[in-house]
């Protein structure tokens, strides 16, 4: 019960325990990642897994941390956002910015270096310029491509400017008590507005075009592709693992219980003295900067980018990989996103086999949406708990060392809110 | 043959004969060279002769000379019309009576075969015969002949048709072209001033194009402004309206300064000028700055290799000498004053209009935003259900409607048909949602969300599957096409008055079943407290079933009437499930009325936008959802809230 869950950590003298102790599923988790990550390498550098399947593998890597983020704004929270995909895709759009720049400008020096005079630096940047925006009909680099040249400023980027937004756009919707289904449409119409704005030619980030060749690093050309894509699985595998450590410690003390109790009835929480908005803005900014780190992490291994990846159905998707997963624990989120992804994917990639009705023939290319939609309402309806529920089927399983409902709550059949 | 003569006889009329009546083949017998062999300079002499003679059957000769119909024997050059004849041989008609006029082979005549220009240079000497046509369309194809090739000597035969004209809208019309040609060519200061005073009550897009005629300016340069030149105005240079730059292209342009010598010319020169990789002594691994490359230039010029660099001071020193204006084609001042007060108070006019008809505009987006929104209005404002595939019933809708016209060909009657079907679909889909799903989620609105997200992605690809990805058509019947024509810029078509009726249609239903029938009564008392309507013998299950229905089924009909306006695809729903939300939400929750002030708002907010950044809807709609996000901070309840405890439920 919320307030028993309250109560529990505000005990005097509770003994203070370490994180793993508190949460047993935090080291399981991690010990798993390591495992996977280890044997994928192995495996790769045998040769039993393609550059392909290891890119994949990497990008669900970072679709799990963001499922992760997500989880700990929704399932913690109470949060509904169906923003997050865009902050992981500007995340994206922040690292790509600079990895088309620095490329197109080795290509541009290398190919003006062959000229009788050497280029001035104006002459260089006008020559990438048109390379970059030859496709929308420009060669003027807008004002957001002021930092593309400087790694490390556009690296801030990737952080300072979902976190900036996820603060302004919070403030104003948590200042105004915007709670419940009015702030999911409210982050959806931000989605949707981002994605809109993404899609203008004048915009200045090529519009429908998106940046592409993101999968080359600049000044690395020389290194094989296998090479690259098992350092960004890597990459991908330590933010996962420290994004995790890392939530997993802020849901689990006080803050947790408070964040938990948020979710549960902010309006006694807030009567206790707590500032909720305060709380939900922290929480907010930070699942939207992580989201950043993990499309700064996802986009270059992917290769492109374009602004159909921030379509407000994008933040819907991962809203369902949550749900399937099991809210309310950080686990869950993760094997979640990855058995979803990765079997959307089997399924639209044709590797379903297709199963002929004799009067029908079922193509699972056109059939998997379908599917997906039906089977996310069965879980809503009638497994709230998702994958991750199974693990409470395991018998003798240590709980967290936490009075109160682990999971938000049982789905459709609570009866509490019901009768509130 | 009738229509000729009266054209002739009314051509007699009006333009009155200088010279005694003549026959047309004496006329033509006159200018046989130029009759025969016309060019484009000389069948004017011609054709004035002609006019100035008038005899009768000038106006059918002229047609026929156009259509090259115009036969001339070659024995004695006199000239005929033909028909064809027995055997092989062509029947003579005569040119002033068309009567038959014996026979002749063909080898015995000579076609008159005038070119493209003297065709048109004959047209336009046919538009004065037009202009009396007993035919309106002929009269009013005349007019738009002189509209668009105008010249001063149209004025006189337009000015004389105007008065025997019975067609009204067209005598204005001649009256309207006439002050155009007036203010254009009149013959003296005052009677064009008068002319183009009386334009200025005119919004016509011919008006506005004469006027700016008028007002043409063409770019200059001078050591002084020349005298008696009507100068529009003087430009600084380095202004915004001419740069720095433009100033001295100008210049360079008029002859009066030497051309600057390019950056990508400097380069090349360089590159032609390195010795032993050195340009003039620099080395060439230096030249990477602008600056370098104009030092190593510099000194090629002082060899006399190459023109010598203008330095930016010698630029501007070269502007500074030397006024920039535009000045009018038009040498008189009073004209051009006249005309440009003309035009500010018509280009004051067709603003006014202008916003009348983006309001007309607005006015119908919002009536497709308030039907897009009005089940949402109750779904969501009424029972607080939160329903995500509210967007895929309006597809379901105008798929519905999409199929009827395949079975049934007559557009009007598959509409009548399709409204209640697509109804009839949508009320059944919305009641087995909320019997299977809903139901189970009443009080959990994230949940619902998530839930009906999944059944609008189910949907949207089962459509995709049996439809196809292609948009499909869901066409309009014949007679709600075109488009009501208030004046020149106000018009707004059929369909979008026909959607705006539906709209306020929809409106008084719901708001009739609302609150004067026994089923709203239970709606509203079931949405306030269940457990007391149910204690008054209300079942709650069974009225929250149909009101679920009806919000699902008005969606189904929006979806008929937004598919006739846009194109029926799998993502329509998807197009306006954020709009109908945001319509609800900003006009406030629970009320019928705040849904239609929303729809308002949205609908003119966006045109509004659109007017400001034109040819650009999606920056429209990026600002218009920014907007509204700052306007939910202001109104968090919308713009009809709800006070007291309605609020808390």
Redesign the interface.
Known sequence: MPSDALATSARPFAPRRSLIAQNPSVLWFLLALALFTLGVTVLAEMGLVSTSMVKTLGKTLCLCLVAVAMDVVWGYC?I?SLGHMAFFGIGGYAIGMWLMYARTEIIVTTSLAA????????EIVDAVGTQIFGVVGSSEFPWLWAFADSLALQLLMVVLVPGLLALV?GW??F????T???L???T???T??LS??L??NDTGLRGNNGLSGLQNIPGYDHVPQSTVSLVFFWASAAALAAGYLLFAWVVSGKFGSVIRGIRDNEARVRFLGYHVEHYKLFVFTLTAVVAGIAGALYYPQAGIINPAEIA??AS?YL??WV?IGGRGRLYGAAIGAAFVSLLSSWFTGGGAPDIDLGFYRIQWT????????????AV??LA?KGIGGLFDLIPGRRTPDRQGDYGPDD??W?RE??T? | MLRALLAALAALVLVAAPVAAQDLQSVLQEHREGVENPSRRSVGVVIEALIAADPPGVQTFLERWQDREVWVRKADGLFFYTAPGEGGALTLLDIATGDPAGTAARDELGEVRPNGGVRREIAGALVRFQLSDPDPRARSAALTSIARNPSADQIEPLRASIADDPDPALKAAKERLAAILTARFGENTAERVAAIETLSNDIGLETRAALNQILAVSPGVGTTLPPGANIARELRPGSEALSAAEAYGRLVDAGLAPAPVARDRIKEVLAANIVDGRVAGIPVATLDTEARREEAYDRLAETGAVPPFLTEAERQAAIAAHVFYEAYAEPDAAVTDAARAALTEVDLRVGANQTADIALDALSLASIYFLAAIGLAITFGVMGVINMAHGEFIMMGAYTGYVVQLFVPDYTLSILIALPLAFAVTFGAGVAMERLVIRWLYRRPLETLLATFGISIALQQLAKNIFGTQARPLTAPAWLDGQLVINEIVAISYIRIAIFVLALVFLGLILFVLKRTRLGLEVRAVTQNPGMAASMGINPDRINMLTFGLGSGIAGIAGVAIGLYAKVTSEMGSDYIVQSFMTVVVGGVGNVWGTLAGATLIGVLQKGIEWVYPSNTLAAQTFMILFIILFIQVRPRGIVALKGRAAEA
């Open positions: 109470g509904l000229a009788p005079i050497p280029p001035t630096p104006e756009f104003l919707a200042r105004s008590r915007v419940g289904v009015y999911s449409i409210l959806q119409a931000m949707l507005a809109l704005w899609f203008q407000p159905i819907i809203a369902v749900a056109d059939w998997w949406l379908v599917l997906l939609g039906l089977s996310f309402v809503t309806l709230p789905g459709a609570r809110e019901g509130e």
